[in-house]
């Protein structure tokens, strides 16, 4: 292999680019985790995960990839043949609701055009129609990774107490968190599913689970086999900030240094703002380039990504290898049905002004090489939107 000089521009949404710092902060010697200093270290990363997540209730950290906690939060709270009301916002959506299906419960899945969010009215009708009360939980994604739509997830809480319904509300923000706004307790959501490869700007490996009393409540009766996903042994030990197996040490090393740049240096305000003006500048390049942002509603529109769908004829996927081939560039493919319909622009985690000129200088000229017919204006759009709106100065709280 050819060497590339400088470094690969990683643009998928997730995993993204690790800062130095925490690769720094990864790269020390392994503790042990039963050991009198681990203590300080387990309770640091659990409390800034509550900052994180904006709850002060459980959270809990496993080593396993995003798709363990979204088990951990099905199985730890569920029985065989319950009844889940899950929304096909996209790809991610419905793999979680295989999930469900091989774990034996029963998914009624409100089928979505992949270009819009959940519908809080129609899970508030689907709730009203069940008098039995058999849906015993609520699931939705909160940023769709395979479109770039987010669901307003206040609304859809407001949409089951309005229906009057006791289900749990269970959301996956493994591609939002620490870079669009969420409020677990404010929003009053009972299960929040986390990874660690995307906003929080580590290696795969790490996810969570943010837990309300209501689910903890709920996992005392649920029925679903569980061992190594189960919260109360996790819960009972992270109190004193041990694990009940060994933990990920070195990535927790990373999440602390990257707790510290989110809450502490730059505050999580500050953060979801960065995310929104990169995400609208990405938009502004889109549509000076005469194509389609994939997201319908503005009020929905991601701050983690943008899919960009191609005119009918042009293989996105071709586009996507003449960038990497070219420019050293790795974009987000089409997911599921949007395969070779859509690219996808990670815009999340480490990344700033003249990461998203390059990313798009890139994907300008990569169209423009595969033939796509665009007009090479969706830099200037971009760059002029930036140097107009200017980065907020603003720093988190001394
Ligand atoms: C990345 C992602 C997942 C899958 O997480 P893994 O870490 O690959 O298991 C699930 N849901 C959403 C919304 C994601 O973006």
């Given at each position: 292999m050819p060497r590339n000089a400088?470094?690969?521009?990683?643009?998928?949404?997730?995993?993204t680019n690790v800062p130095d710092r925490v690769l720094r902060a990864i790269d020390y010697p392994t503790m042990?985790?039963?050991?009198?200093?681990f203590a300080e270290l387990g309770k640091a990363v659990l409390n800034g995960m509550r900052q994180v997540f904006k709850t002060k209730g459980e959270v809990v950290i496993y080593p396993a990839s995003g798709t363990g906690a979204w088990e951990a939060a099905l199985v730890n709270t569920l029985s065989p043949g319950d009844a889940v009301l899950m929304y096909e916002t996209g790809h991610f959506a419905a793999l979680w609701q295989k999930m469900a299906q091989k774990l034996g419960l029963a998914p009624e899945f409100l089928a979505g055009?992949?270009?819009?969010?959940?519908?809080p009215a129609r899970i508030e009708q689907c709730l009203r129609e069940d008098q039995p009360k058999r849906i015993k939980a609520v699931c939705v994604v909160h940023n769709e990774t395979s479109t770039g739509v987010t669901s307003r997830i206040a609304e859809v809480r407001k949409a089951i107490d309005a229906a009057q319904h006791p289900a749990l509300l269970m959301v996956d923000t493994?591609?939002?968190?620490?870079s669009i706004d969420y409020r677990h307790d404010e929003w009053g959501v009972d299960v929040t599913v986390g990874g660690s490869?995307?906003?929080?700007?580590?290696?795969p490996g790490l996810s969570f689970n943010a837990i309300s009393a209501k689910a903890l409540a709920a996992s005392k009766a649920a029925q679903l086999p569980r061992a190594y996903w189960a919260w109360d042994e996790m819960i009972a030990s992270g109190k004193a900030g041990y694990f009940p197996y060994t933990p990920a040490t070195n990535l927790l090393y990373g999440l602390r240094e990257s707790l510290l740049m989110l809450l502490?240096?730059?505050g999580l305000e500050n953060v979801f703002a960065r995310h929104q003006r990169h995400a609208e500048a990405t938009r502004r390049a889109v549509r000076a380039w005469g194509l389609e942002v994939l997201a319908a509603n503005p009020a929905e529109y991601s701050g983690s990504l943008t899919a960009v769908l191609l005119p009918a004829g042009h293989d996105a996927d071709r586009v996507r290898k003449v960038i990497l081939e070219n420019f050293d560039m790795s974009l987000g493919t089409g997911l599921g049905k949007l395969a070779g319909k859509v690219f996808r622009i990670g815009h999340l985690g480490d990344f700033n002004d003249l990461s998203l000129m390059g990313t798009l200088a890139g994907v300008e000229m990569g169209l423009t090489l595969a033939g796509v017919?665009?007009?090479?204006e969706g830099v200037a759009a971009a760059m002029a939107y930036l140097a107009d709106r200017q980065r907020p100065v603003a720093r988190a709280a001394a």
């Open positions: 400088g470094r690969h521009f990683l643009q998928i949404p997730g995993p042990d985790h039963r050991g009198p200093d055009d992949w270009r819009t969010g959940a519908n493994i591609s939002s968190l620490a490869q995307k906003g929080l700007m580590l290696p502490e240096e730059e017919p665009v007009k090479k």
